[in-house]
């Protein structure tokens, strides 16, 4: 009997990750690509490139997705279980770390903070109508200011005397950060001091009212940024961990979920296979005339047959099996 | 004369049940949509609650269908809803329509200003035929909240996914046709029927999620993004703690005879919180203190920028009671991934520290 190993995808907003698991929840192979606002071609490009990382012995056992396109990603790749990133954060950071009592997640277009006790989820926050702070924003300011966001850690620590930055809003930030280089202060001060304000904005934002206790550990794109791990350190005045494999916990996490659905359940995998990287999906999307509402439905095609739809306000395109009429019909009867 | 009126849920049901009977020349403004939305920010204050927006935005679509009388409800109590019905009026006065406000104020005057108000639009009719109608209109509303109900918690435990709302909705429609109590009987009796002839998953144990928060977000699904509907679709049974029915019967009867219709839930509150702050602030933070053992979570919805259901929030993490609470913010900015994958979390987190582990 070939052995078994699993695999998770995280399709986030800025970046596509993937881990390959083995049987004893090792990791075997991961990824880290950019999204670049293609994830169907990324997805495949993943596939591909882990599928010569699978051990000639092995086949996969089962599959999870999560992040922002998880069911698209499932539905590409015949995903066995789907799951919300903070459950999948949450699952991978326990696993690596039993006795964690809280994780701080900084991803591209999202933050959040999970509080676990005992092994697990208490209490979680997301930040709400404000996007100050995650890595997008980084990167544009790094851009602004001529310098790669490889560099922007190292330039940071250089700092002697960081200044002040507004970090509520990233309107506010940057004109306040605007305001400080044209007075005439260092970059790498500017920076620390974004730094800095990034973190006071996440404790007071996302982590309002959340009692936030040792031991904890930072994932997420973001904790490449050994500046930010120094203002929480600071901050927070007490240590913080970064795993070896922060950026891909995400992916982990559907791995494991995956694993634990498999022995659960013990059902066969519903994984597509690796020949899908080579298969040309249609994405297209109709509104819907049923009703004032006037939905935009997203969907997903492979030739004539309609793998899934999204979108909708009401039931009528949601379950492919209970759906009698076309969205040319709709239109037309609308 | 064309009267009109702002939505609540699917109040305007029971609403028209109401005016129907009394002849008035009326319209319903169209359901609220991405439209009325649009409209209702373009002409908003941008800081104003989702409740103001929307309404504006109703009342903007009512009005390009010819009505300039719009029913409206004021009140003194400690939000700012009681000044809404003056700045809408100047916003739409602004835009050049000229209409008329129709007010009566939901704390002071009670049944009585209701009654009168009715009676005003209907070119003073006998009060023995605005008694009828809008008692007609009440169990109306009543018939409502019950296939709700049921629907709600079929949802949760059907085994084909999306057979419980079609047969919902449909319900809906047959209860605003209904033109007599007998016929609504008949037809709630129907619906009942057929949600309980569904098919459900044997063995499963849903949990149970109560939905708590400022009333118009709570009973208005546009507002906020169809929560109870996506709960039920992961498999949570949820259940209000305001249902319009309830709440008009007691806040209209109750209340004018001297009783505080929500005694228990603000003497729960005590501890925590010692008197209204407005919207519902108060009954949100009392909801969590007697729902602790009889739910496995609680989802609280606050319009953004609201004040009461704010302080509330803040108050919700240091109560003694433990039961998970979700805050969810409903604004124009929110966006319906967000809220999914909120709720995803939530569910799963209840599920794990009940049973330890994700498989069910």
Redesign the interface.
């Known amino acids: 009997m070939q052995k078994k190993v699993f695999l998770g995808i995280d399709v986030g907003s800025v970046t596509t990750k993937c881990a390959l698991m083995s049987e004893n929840m090792e990791l075997i192979a991961h990824r880290y690509i950019p999204t670049s606002g293609k994830p169907i071609i990324q997805i495949q490009k993943l596939m591909r490139e882990i599928s010569s990382e699978i051990p000639s012995d092995c086949e996969i056992g089962s599959a999870g997705t999560t992040g922002?396109a998880r069911y698209l990603a499932g539905e590409i790749i015949g995903a066995d279980v789907i799951?919300?990133?903070?459950?999948a954060h949450a699952?991978a950071a326990t696993h690596f770390y039993p006795d964690v009592r809280t994780i701080l997640e900084i991803g591209g277009q999202?933050s959040k903070i999970i509080i676990i006790r005992d092994g697990?989820?208490?209490?979680?926050g997301?930040n709400?109508?404000c996007a100050a702070g995650t890595g997008s924003f980084l990167d544009h300011q790094a851009l602004r200011l001529g310098i790669s966001i490889n560099e922007f850690a190292s330039e940071a620590m250089k700092s002697k005397n960081p200044v002040r930055i507004a970090g509520r809003c990233t309107v506010f930030a940057e004109s306040d950060m605007i305001h400080k280089q044209q007075m005439g202060h260092s970059t790498p001060d500017i920076l620390y001091g974004l730094c800095q304000a990034l973190v006071r904005n996440y404790i007071n934002n996302v982590g309002l009212?959340?009692t936030i206790e040792k031991p904890i550990i930072f994932q997420g794109g973001v904790a490449f940024n050994r500046a930010i791990v120094r203002a929480f350190e600071e901050e927070l005045g007490t240590e913080i961990m970064v795993p070896e494999h922060h950026e891909v916990m995400g992916a982990i996490g559907a791995a494991i979920?995956a694993w634990?659905?498999y022995n659960?359940?013990g059902k066969k995998t519903h994984f597509k296979g690796f020949a899908i990287s080579d298969i040309s999906y249609e994405t297209s999307t109709f509104t819907c005339k049923g009703?004032?509402?006037?939905c935009e439905i997203a969907q997903l095609k492979l030739g004539d047959r309609v793998l899934a739809r999204w979108g909708g306000?009401?039931?009528k395109w949601?379950?492919i099996s209970?759906i009698k009429e076309s969205p040319e019909d709709a239109a037309v009867t609308g | 004369m064309r009267i009109t009126f702002p939505h609540i849920g699917n109040a305007y049901i029971a609403v028209k049940a109401m005016l129907d009977p009394l002849g008035v020349d009326y319209v319903v403004p169209?359901?609220c949509?991405?439209?009325t939305l649009s409209l209702a920010t373009k002409y908003s204050p941008e800081g104003v609650c989702i409740p103001f927006k929307l309404n504006l935005g109703n009342m903007i679509e009512a009005v390009e269908l010819g009505a300039d009388h719009i029913l409206n409800v004021t009140g003194h109590g400690t939000c700012r809803m009681g000044y809404y019905f003056k700045v809408q009026e100047q916003i739409l006065r602004d835009m050049g329509y000229d209409v008329t406000m129709m007010l009566t104020g939901l704390s002071e005057h009670k049944l009585r200003g209701f009654l009168n108000l009715l009676r005003s639009v209907s070119n003073n009719a006998p009060w023995t035929k605005i008694i009828s109608s809008f008692a007609f209109g009440i169990a109306k509303m009543t018939a409502l909240d019950d296939i709700e109900i049921m629907a709600n918690n079929m949802r949760a435990i059907e085994k084909?996914?999306?057979t419980a709302?079609?047969i919902y909705?449909k319900g809906l429609q047959a209860i605003d046709d209904a033109a007599d109590y007998r016929s609504l009987k008949e037809v709630v009796k129907e619906c009942g029927e057929k949600l309980s002839e569904i098919e459900i998953i044997p063995d499963y144990k849903p949990l149970k999620i109560l939905v708590v928060g400022e009333i118009y977000v709570v009973l208005d699904p546009?507002a906020n993004m169809?929560v109870e509907l996506e709960l039920g679709k992961l498999g949570v049974i949820t259940n209000r703690s305001l249902y319009l029915s309830r709440w008009v019967k007691k806040g209209l009867f109750f209340n004018p005879l001297g009783i505080d219709q929500w005694r228990d839930v603000h003497k729960a509150a005590m501890p925590y919180l010692k008197r209204d702050i407005g919207g519902d602030g108060w009954e949100t933070v009392g909801e969590k203190v007697i729902s602790s053992g009889h739910y496995d979570g609680m989802v609280h919805l606050a319009p953004?920028t609201c004040m009461p259901e704010g302080t509330a929030q803040?108050i919700?993490?240091s109560t003694r009671e433990d039961l998970?609470v979700l805050a969810i913010?409903c604004?124009e900015?929110?966006s319906k991934?967000?809220m999914?994958?909120?709720l995803?979390?939530?569910t799963?987190?209840i599920l794990?520290?009940k049973t330890?582990?994700?498989?069910r």
Do not use: H, W
């Not at chain 1, 799951?83 to 459950?87: D, G, H, M, W």
């Not at chain 1, 697990?120 to 979680?124: M, P």
């Not at chain 2, 330890?356 to 498989?359: D, E, K, P, R």
């Open positions: 922002s799951k919300n990133e903070i459950t699952v999202d697990i989820v208490t209490d979680f997301m709400t109508v009212g959340k979920i634990e659905n659960a359940t009703c004032p509402n006037q306000r009401c039931e949601e379950y209970n | 169209p359901k949509n991405k439209r084909v996914k999306g709302t079609p909705r546009f169809d953004f803040c919700m993490p998970p913010y604004d900015q929110t991934a967000g999914l994958t909120r995803e979390a939530f799963d987190m794990m520290k330890g582990c994700l498989s």
